[in-house]
């Protein structure tokens, strides 16, 4: 079935210093969901990417769509504290019904 | 406000147990789910529903069932509980059309002793 895969799986980084987390699936890409999960918490829905190369904001996160819908990243400027968790992407499955969830990259923010 | 409601929030039950997990969802969504997972770990699909009667299972196997009578109300029901089924389980719902971001109740962490 389809697999979506995220690297690295772990990211320790400095209070301050940028992340990157990226998404790719065994198919090519089709819609790409991205979520936020705190320790002990619950995933949050933060964007949605459906162009080739789309680019969107957030603050200091910024989400992008490969050209080629082969792959898909988010990066965060200046990590803090806060941004600590996992942080999931989907893409939609075969069938354009469900939603299939990558592995994660967790992320820990030394301050 | 609209919103998932899982309940309990913690559940520490015998072996042989049948125990019940409770979500609903007062945002009027047709599309629920259920999802295991670990703690730090994958999310795990074990059923969904796209509307009243529908009921699937998904990706992971599991020894649950689920049912969905109304729209809104979504339980899982574990009829004899091993320590196996020790876990986090995640209720969501989404909007039928595609689209749109799910949106994740707190889940249950459950422990089988």
Same mark, same amino acid.
């Given at each position: 079935? =389809?697999?979506?895969? =995220?690297?690295?799986? &772990?990211?320790?980084?400095? /209070?301050? /210093?940028? #992340?990157?987390? &990226? $998404?790719?699936?065994?198919?090519t890409l089709s819609n790409i969901q991205w979520y936020k999960q705190r320790p002990g918490g619950h995933p949050v829905f933060l964007i949605q990417l459906v162009k080739s190369g789309e680019v969107k904001k957030q603050k200091r996160l910024t989400f992008q769509f490969g050209e080629a819908k082969k792959n898909s990243s988010l990066h965060i400027t200046a990590t803090q504290t806060t941004?600590?968790?996992? &942080? #999931? $992407?989907a893409d939609v499955d075969n069938y354009g019904q469900n939603f299939v969830f990558g592995p994660g990259t967790r992320l820990s923010v030394l301050p | 406000e609209a919103d998932i409601y899982q309940t309990p929030r913690y559940l520490?039950? *015998?072996? *042989?147990?049948?125990?019940?997990?409770?979500?609903?969802?007062?945002? *009027?969504?047709?599309k629920m789910y259920w999802y295991q997972q670990d703690p730090g770990m994958e999310l795990h699909l074990i059923h969904y529903s796209y509307g009243v009667n529908s009921t699937e299972k998904g990706d992971l196997s599991s020894e649950s069932t689920v049912s969905r009578i109304r729209t809104e109300h979504f339980p899982l029901t574990l009829e004899s509980a091993r320590p196996s089924h020790t876990s986090q389980y995640l209720c969501a719902s989404s909007l039928r059309t595609g689209g749109h971001g799910y949106t994740f109740g707190s889940g249950t962490r459950l422990t089988v002793v």
């Open positions: 079935g =389809q697999q979506v895969m =995220q690297i690295p799986q &772990y990211q320790h980084v400095q /209070e301050g /210093e940028d #992340f990157t987390t &990226y $998404c790719n699936s065994s198919t941004d600590v968790g996992t &942080y #999931f $992407c | 520490v039950i *015998g072996t *042989g147990k049948k125990i019940t997990l409770e979500c609903s969802q007062t945002m *009027g969504h047709d």
